[in-house]
C-alpha cells in the first residue's frame, strides 16, 4: 500500500467535514477539542453531504457546533452559497453573535475562512456567503440566490417563510440542498413532515450479553424499579459501553448507512434521542418522564426527540396490559393465528376465550425455518388457521398452504377504497386472499384494546410487556387528501386517518390479522369438520356468524355477516 504525503493526507481529510474537524483539531466555543469517542453516533451526521437532510434531534447534543462547522464547510469547500434560517431574529443574534464568532475565535483555520467578523446578518466564507435570518423578521423571503437552506428550529419557525425559501430553491440548476433540523413538535408538523420522506435512519445498538441489536426505546430499554438501563431483549443491565459508545446507522428497512441514501427515500433522516447520550442517566430520563410540571409532548419532542402524537391517536402500551386476565385459556376453540413476516415471523394466537401466545420465531437453520414454527402450531391445533401477511418470503406461505389447505391465508393490505366493509375474503380462486383496509381495521383493533375486557389477554402484565410494547411505536395521523385529476374515488374521502410507526410494530400487525381471521372463523365449530374444513363447501353463500364473546364482530360489518 502506498503512503500518502502529508499534503495528500490532508486532501484527504478535507473531502469530509469530520475528518476536516480531526485534522484540524477543530474546537468547540469553549475552546475543548470536538469529541466523538463520546457521540461516535454524531460522525455519520457530520458527514452527511445529502442534497436534502432531516435531523429529529434533542437539545444538547452538540446540534450548533455541528450546524456552524457544517456550513462554514460546505461554504468554503463546496462554494455554496448560504442561506440560514432560525425562528427569529434574536436567535440569529444569539447565535451569530453568541456561538457562532466564539467558536470563529477559537479556531485559527476558520479565522482564516471568514474575513468579516463584523456583520450579524452575513458572513463571507472563502468565496462564499452565508446569510442568516429569522423567519419571523419579515414576510418574505430573500431574493438571493442560494445552494444550500439550512433551516434549524424548523418547527418554532413561522412555516410560510420556509415554504417561500423552498421554492426560491427550486430555481437552482440541482434543485437546491435544503437541511431541516429540529427538535420536533407535533406529528405532521414541522420537521416530521421532511421525516417522514426520509430512509429514517435510527442508532442501533448491541446487546454484549445476549448479542441482540436493538434501538434504544422509551420504555423498553429501562428498567423503572432500579433506575438503569437494560436490553430490551434479555432485561439485563446495559454497560456504558453497550448503550452509548458503539452502534451503526440503518435506515428504517435495515440497511446499514454508508454514506448515501439507500432506496427510493428523497431524504436523509436522522434521529438521535436522549437516551443515546453518555451523560444522561436512566434515573434522568424518569424523571423527565415522571416531571408533575412537563406535560407528555415534552417527554416526546425534548427527551425521547419524537414528534408528539395525541392520545386518540396512539394506544399506550399500560392500555394494552389492562386486558391480561390471569386466566388460563383452554385452547379447546378453534385457534387462529396471524403472522407478521419480515423480520423472521411475529405471531399471535387467539381464539374466542382470548389471545394466549405470541412468539417471534428468527431460528434458520438447514432443518429449521420461521414457518416450521407455524407448522407446528397448525399440526397441534388441527381446526387452527393462519392469516399471513403478503409482504414476506411467499414460499414458505405456499408450502403451508399446500400442506394444510384451506387453512392458510394471505392479508392484503389493499382495500378497495369505494367499498364500506374492512375486511373482504376472497372467494373460488382466490379462496386463500383477504382484503384489508389497514387503517380502519388498525383503528378498530386500537379501539377494541382501549375497551378493556374486550380481548383477553391470557396471562400476567410481564408475560404480555414485549406484545405491547409494540403498541406504543405506532401513531395515527389524519391525512388530508388533495384533490387530484382522474382520482374520484380517494376525493370521496376527503381526509383519512393512517397508522405510522416509529419503531418495530410486528406483534400489533400479527395481531391485526388474527383479528382479521377471527371475524371469519372465530365463532363455533358446527360447520367445520376435520382438517381440510372448506372442501365442497359452496362458495359465496351467506350465513350468519354467531356473536363471539365479548369480541365484537359486528364492529366489521354492518349486518354481522360472513361469506363462508
Ligand atoms: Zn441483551
Known sequence: MELLTKEEMIQAANLYPYSWTLQNEIKNEVGLPLDFDKRPWLKAIYNDLSPHQAFLKPPQIGATVMNTLKSLWVAKNLRRQIIYTLPTQGDVQDMVGGSFNRIISQNPILMDWVRDHDTVEQKSVGESMIFYRGTFTSKQAMMIPSGLNIHDEVDASDP????????????????????????????????????????????????????????????????????????????????????????????????????????????????????????????????????????????????????????????????????????????????????????????????????????????????????????????????????????????????LQSEYPGRVFLCFYNKDRKSIEPIEWGSNDEYWKVRVDRNRMMTLVVEQLRDTGRILLNGTKDEWYDFAAMFGNMYREKIVAKEQKGKDDRTLYGSEYVWKRNGPDHFAHAFLYAMVGMQRFGGGEAKVVGDNVYTGMQSGRIVQAPVINSFAPDAFTKENQVLL
Open 160 to 399: 410560510n417563510v420556509i415554504v417561500q425559501y423552498e421554492n426560491r430553491l427550486q430555481a437552482q440548476e440541482d434543485g437546491g440542498w435544503r437541511w431541516y433540523f429540529s427538535h420536533p413538535s407535533l406529528s405532521g408538523h414541522g420537521v416530521d413532515v421532511y421525516w417522514q420522506q426520509s430512509d429514517k435512519k435510527e442508532w442501533y445498538i448491541t446487546c454484549s450479553k445476549c448479542d441482540t441489536e436493538q434501538t434504544l426505546q422509551w420504555p423498553q430499554n429501562v428498567d423503572m424499579d432500579h433506575k438503569r438501563f437494560i436490553c430490551s431483549h434479555c432485561k439485563e443491565i446495559l454497560s456504558e459501553e453497550d448503550r452509548a459508545y458503539k452502534g451503526c446507522w440503518k435506515n428504517q428497512d435495515g440497511v446499514v448507512w454508508t454514506g448515501e441514501i439507500a432506496g427510493d427515500y428523497l431524504f436523509s433522516g436522522w434521529h438521535v434521542s436522549q437516551l443515546m447520550l453518555y451523560n444522561k442517566t436512566a434515573k434522568q430520563i424518569i424523571d423527565a418522564y415522571n416531571d408533575p410540571l412537563k406535560d407528555k409532548q415534552y417527554f416526546y419532542n425534548y427527551v425521547l426527540g419524537l414528534p408528539y402524537v395525541d392520545s386518540d391517536d396512539r394506544i399506550d402500551p399500560a392500555v394494552v396490559l389492562r386486558n391480561c386476565v390471569d386466566t388460563v385459556n383452554d385452547q379447546t376453540d378453534r385457534v387462529v393465528i396471524g403472522a407478521d413476516t419480515g423480520h423472521g415471523i411475529h405471531f399471535v394466537c387467539m381464539n374466542k376465550q382470548g389471545v394466549f401466545y405470541y412468539e417471534h420465531a428468527t431460528t434458520i437453520s438447514a432443518s429449521q425455518t420461521p414457518y416450521d414454527r407455524v407448522k407446528e402450531l397448525l399440526k397441534r391445533w388441527p381446526k387452527s388457521i393462519a392469516v399471513f401477511d403478503q409482504g414476506g418470503d411467499l414460499i414458505g406461505v405456499r408450502q
